[in-house]
C-alpha cells in the first residue's frame, strides 16, 4: 500500500506562484512515473502533468509554459511548480502514480482578487 499525501495549496491572487508537493509512503518511488491531476467544481478530473523515471515530462495544454513537474527521488517527493496563475486553474490537485490506483487525497488551489 502506497500513500500519497499534496501539500502547498492555498489561495493565490491571479498572477501569482504556488508550488505543491506530493509525498509518497515506501521505497520504491524512484520507479514510478508520477502524475498531478486537477477537478475543478463540476468538471471531469484533467491531467495536469506527468513526470517519468528519466524525468522526461509532459503537460495539459492549458499549463504548457507557467506549471513545471520536477521530482527528488532521495526525498520520495514530486513537485508542481506554479507561475502564472489564472481563475481557472481553480481546482483540487491530486497526485498520481500511473499506471496504478493510488491518488492522494487532493490540496485545493484558489486563484482569485
Known amino acids: 500500500q502506497v500513500q500519497l499525501v499534496e501539500s502547498g495549496g492555498g489561495l493565490v491572487q491571479p498572477g501569482g506562484s504556488l508550488r505543491l508537493s506530493c509525498a509518497a509512503s515506501g521505497s520504491m518511488f524512484s520507479i514510478y512515473n508520477m502524475g498531478w491531476y486537477r477537478q475543478a467544481p463540476g468538471k471531469e478530473r484533467e491531467l495536469v502533468a506527468v513526470?517519468?523515471?528519466?524525468?522526461?515530462?509532459n503537460y495539459g495544454d492549458s499549463v504548457k509554459g507557467r506549471f513545471t513537474i520536477s521530482r527528488d527521488n532521495a526525498k520520495n517527493t514530486v513537485y508542481l511548480q506554479m507561475n502564472s496563475l489564472k481563475s481557472e486553474d481553480t481546482a483540487v490537485y491530486y497526485c498520481h502514480i500511473e499506471g496504478m490506483t493510488y491518488w492522494g487525497k487532493g490540496t485545493l488551489v484558489t486563484v482569485s482578487s
Open positions: 513526470i517519468s523515471v528519466g524525468s522526461r515530462t
